[in-house]
T-cell receptor
């Protein structure tokens, strides 16, 4: 079956611009996570949705970062006034409710020039 | 101190070698433990969960020592295809509900012919 998909696969933008990254979870998965992975590091947690609501947004680095999941399926991560330090691979994962395996998407590689 | 710390690597080993990775975690409330594998420029994928009694999956053996807050992964008879980065991962479970994954930086393994 279809796995987690993310678009775009690559995004190059200029400092100060606004970007949106999209995640399509596996059908039926109610839990959705966003992580960020910088070069040479493991993924770092950003935000977790259970259904439509953000159950934990403690990993968002500052108020330039925001994420939504209005219908409990697709999620969009939004970054305002991008900075060079935002350059990373943004990974999305989804899982069934409960303590189940998280399946990761291929990620969006964001480069801020 | 990082929440999850791993041997930095890289580990360069010949085919057929046995290699061991170690990991320590700082939060004693950690409840679930995993090893993930990540190939170059790909998403992380679950290799195996780690249980208190220790568990084996083919050539892979994982062990957990809760008292020492230490996790290990042993790979026997290593193959060229085992070359990847191995990520040590813990999860804090809140009342049985889902929680985000906390990743180590990863240890890079390169198996040579």
């Amino acid at each position: 079956g279809a796995g987690v998909s993310q678009t775009p696969s690559n995004k190059v933008t200029e400092k100060g611009k606004y970007v949106e990254l999209r995640c399509d979870p596996i059908s039926g998965h109610t839990a959705l996570y966003w992580y960020r992975q910088s070069l040479g590091q493991g993924p770092e947690f950003l935000i977790y949705f259970q259904g439509t609501g953000a159950a934990d947004d403690s990993g968002l680095p500052n108020d330039r970062f925001f994420a939504v999941r209005p219908e409990g399926s697709v999620s969009t991560l939004k970054i305002q006034r991008t900075e060079r330090g935002d350059s990373a691979v943004y990974l999305c994962a989804s899982s069934l409710a409960g303590p189940n395996e998280q399946f990761f998407g291929p990620g969006t590689r964001l480069t801020v020039l | 101190r990082k929440e999850v710390e791993q041997d930095p690597g890289p580990f360069n080993v010949p085919e057929g070698a046995t290699v061991a990775f170690n990991c320590t975690y700082s939060n004693s409330a950690s409840q679930s433990f995993f090893w993930y594998r990540q190939d170059c420029r790909k998403e992380p994928k679950l290799l195996m969960s780690v249980y208190s009694s220790g568990n084996e999956d083919g050539r892979f053996t994982a062990q957990l020592n809760r008292a020492s807050q230490y996790i290990s992964l042993l790979i026997r008879d290593s193959k060229l295809s085992d070359s990847a980065t191995y990520l040590c991962v813990v999860k804090l479970n809140y009342g049985g509900s889902q929680g985000n994954l906390i990743f180590g930086k990863g240890t890079k393994l390169s198996v040579k012919p």
